[in-house]
Nanobody, 125 residues
Framework: EVQLQASGGGLVQAGGSLRLSCAAS????????IGWFRQAPGKEREGVSS???????YYADSVKGRFTVSSDIAKNMVYLQMNSLKPEDTAVYYC???????????????????WGKGTLVTVSS
């Protein structure tokens, strides 16, 4: 079965950086997407960034230019490098996956089929 686990969260000051990791395994199809999602207090869960099995990457407008998603296939890992962090980035971050091949779904949490436990990122002012 697909298994995912996000890690690497913590407390950082505004303007700082943090790298999140997602251990991902158990995929039975060659094509899939892994996405990063976040949920802040009082807000809906939103897609942050995703990476498809062909290496294509996708970003929410709010993080484009600041965050970078990447993968290391040999290590079964997906990463989210977060730079220039803002207090608005404070949230629980999750990684999730889908076998969808439709790019428009890759930042839609409803399309995700498997989820890992979240990791908390807190950005102080």
């Amino acid at each position: 079965e697909v298994q995912l686990q996000a890690s690497g969260g913590g407390l950082v000051q505004a303007g700082g950086s943090l790298r999140l990791s997602c251990a991902a395994s158990g995929f039975t199809f060659d094509e899939y997407a892994i996405g990063w999602f976040r949920q802040a207090p009082g807000k809906e869960r939103e897609g942050v960034s995703s990476i498809f099995s062909d290496g294509s990457t996708y970003y929410a407008d709010s993080v484009k230019g600041r965050f970078t998603v990447s993968s290391d296939i040999a290590k079964n890992m997906v990463y989210l490098q977060m730079n220039s962090l803002k207090p608005e980035d404070t949230a629980v971050y999750y990684c999730a996956s889908t076998y969808s091949t439709i790019p428009d779904t890759f930042l839609n949490y409803h399309a995700m089929e498997n989820w890992g436990k979240g990791t908390l990122v807190t950005v102080s002012s």
